[in-house]
T-cell receptor
Framework: DTGVSQNPRHKITKRGQNVTFRCDPI?????LYWYRQTLGQGPEFLTY????????KSRLLSDRFSAERPKGSFSTLEIQRTEQGDSAMYLC???????????FGQGTRLTVV | GEDVEQSLFLSVREGDSSVINCTYT??????LYWYKQEPGAGLQLLTY?????DMKQDQRLTVLLNKKDKHLSLRIADTQTGDSAIYFC???????????FGGGTRVLVKP
C-alpha cells in the first residue's frame, strides 16, 4: 500500500459544471477525511467518515457539495454547479479510529474558469 | 470556536536552527501536530505531541508545548535546503477527530 491516493491530481472545469473527485485511503484505515485548502491558507475541514457513515460535516460544505463512502473503502466528493470560489486544493486523509496519525494524499487541485 | 495562529514567514541560513511558533485557543486540544507541505504536494506528518507532555524530540526535530500559554513550537536543528517548505501546526480534541490547522509558516532556507 503506497498511501492515500487521490484522482485526478488536477481538474479544470467551466463554471456551472459538476465535478467528482476520488480518494482511496490506506487500506486498513476506517476513517476518511476531506479538507479544502485555498491559496495561502491552511486546510479547512469539510467532512469525515468512519467506515461508510458520514459522522461530521462542516458548515463550509454547502448543499452543492456531497461526499460518499458507499462501501467504507474509497470516497467521492462531488461539487455541483461549480463556482469560481470553489477553486482550491481538495485534500483527503485517512486514519484508524482512535489513532493519533492522519495521513494525507497529494490532493486534487480544482480550477474553475 | 477553535483558532490556530502562526507567523507567516521565516528565513534561516543553512546549518542554523529554525524555530516555528504556533498558538491555539482551544483548551480541549489534546493532540498537537506539525505537518510539512512542499510546493504542489500534500501534507507530510512530521511529528505530534500529546497535551500531557511538554517536550518531544525526534532526530532533528524538537517540539515544545506550553499548555498554560497554549503555545507550541517546532525547532529544526541543522536546517537544510530540503527543509524549505510550508509548515502547519494543527490540533484536535481527540485522536482520530478532525484537525484544525493554522495558516502555515513558509520557511526559506538560504545557503
Amino acid at each position: 500500500d503506497t498511501g492515500v491516493s487521490q484522482n485526478p491530481r488536477h481538474k479544470i472545469t467551466k463554471r456551472g459544471q459538476n465535478v467528482t473527485f476520488r480518494c482511496d485511503p490506506i487500506s486498513e484505515h476506517n476513517r476518511l477525511y476531506w479538507y479544502r485548502q485555498t491559496l495561502g491558507q491552511g486546510p479547512e475541514f469539510l467532512t469525515y467518515f468512519q467506515n461508510e457513515a458520514q459522522l461530521e460535516k462542516s458548515r463550509l460544505l454547502s448543499d452543492r457539495f456531497s461526499a460518499e463512502r458507499p462501501k467504507g473503502s474509497f470516497s467521492t466528493l462531488e461539487i455541483q454547479r461549480t463556482e469560481q470560489g470553489d477553486s482550491a486544493m481538495y485534500l483527503c486523509a485517512s486514519s484508524q479510529a482512535g489513532n493519533t496519525e492522519a495521513f494525507f494524499g497529494q490532493g486534487t487541485r480544482l480550477t474553475v474558469v | 470556536g477553535e483558532d490556530v495562529e502562526q507567523s507567516l514567514f521565516l528565513s534561516v541560513r543553512e546549518g542554523d536552527s529554525s524555530v516555528i511558533n504556533c498558538t491555539y485557543t482551544d483548551s480541549s486540544s489534546t493532540y498537537l501536530y506539525w505537518y510539512k507541505q512542499e510546493p504542489g504536494a500534500g501534507l507530510q506528518l512530521l511529528t505530534y505531541i500529546f497535551s500531557n507532555m511538554d517536550m518531544k524530540q525526534d532526530q532533528r526535530l524538537t517540539v515544545l508545548l506550553n499548555k498554560k500559554d497554549k503555545h507550541l513550537s517546532l525547532r529544526i536543528a541543522d536546517t537544510q535546503t530540503g527543509d524549505s517548505a510550508i509548515y502547519f501546526c494543527a490540533e484536535t480534541a481527540a485522536a482520530g477527530n478532525k484537525l484544525t490547522f493554522g495558516g502555515g509558516t513558509r520557511v526559506l532556507v538560504k545557503p
